[in-house]
């Protein structure tokens, strides 16, 4: 019996290494695509996927409508990006920011309201360049980013945008994670062959 829930255990930790390898090949799959321009106003914004490689320079931005702790201390935040045409928000989309750029985008946030309230004449704050995949918000973000465009949308208008989903930038870890992947896996492996030869 204990032998058999060795196996169980080896088995467990074999299946979450193998886990761990497909995402981290799937995500570096998606990077080594040419990135979709999402500044580029050809690009047809109804036609992105989750997966999706994509470039960006951020030159404006709304606000942040969700942010996630950690024992406390604020790690990421998620803002919303809108994509603007003839001085008209025709969409939206997600932003994945680290902590480490918050100061970055909240500038941009306020030099962004500055203008569209006419304050100033034009964006005045320094645009940020990103390079990364398109996720899909979990169901609370979704729920958030619904509530903090309420009044910018319509329902409808909101449905045909992209709004569910973020802009994660590529943090250069997909090697690393399936690094740790095979780690896992080769020592799921380890146990297995352990648990079988023991007595």
Do not use: C
Not at 64 to 75: H, R
Not at 149 to 155: A, E, I, K, Q, V
Not at 175 to 180: A, C, G, N
Request: net charge negative; glycine share 8%; charged share 25%.
């Amino acid at each position: 019996m204990n032998k058999i829930m060795r196996f169980l255990r080896a088995g467990l930790v074999i299946f979450a290494g193998i886990v761990i390898l497909i995402m981290g090949a799937r995500q570096g799959k998606s990077m080594s695509k040419d990135p979709i321009d999402l500044s580029d106003p050809n690009v047809d914004w109804s036609e992105l996927e989750v997966g999706d490689h994509v470039k960006m320079k951020i030159e404006y931005t709304l606000g942040e409508f969700s942010n996630t702790t950690d024992d406390g201390k604020e790690v990421s935040r998620k803002y919303s990006y809108p994509r603007i045409e003839n001085d008209m928000i025709v969409d939206v989309i997600g932003i994945h920011v680290n902590a480490a750029d918050f100061a970055k985008y909240d500038a941009l946030y306020d030099a962004t309201v500055d203008w569209w309230e006419g304050t100033t004449n034009s964006v005045e704050a320094d645009p940020i360049e990103i390079d990364g995949v398109i996720k899909k918000l979990d169901n609370d973000e979704i729920g958030f980013h619904e509530e903090y465009l309420d009044g910018l949308f319509s329902s409808s208008e909101l449905e045909d945008s992209k709004y569910e989903l973020a802009v994660y930038p590529n943090m250069d870890n997909n090697i690393l994670t399936v690094v740790i992947g095979a780690v896992i896996t080769l020592a799921g492996l380890g146990y297995a062959a352990y648990v079988f030869i023991k007595k």
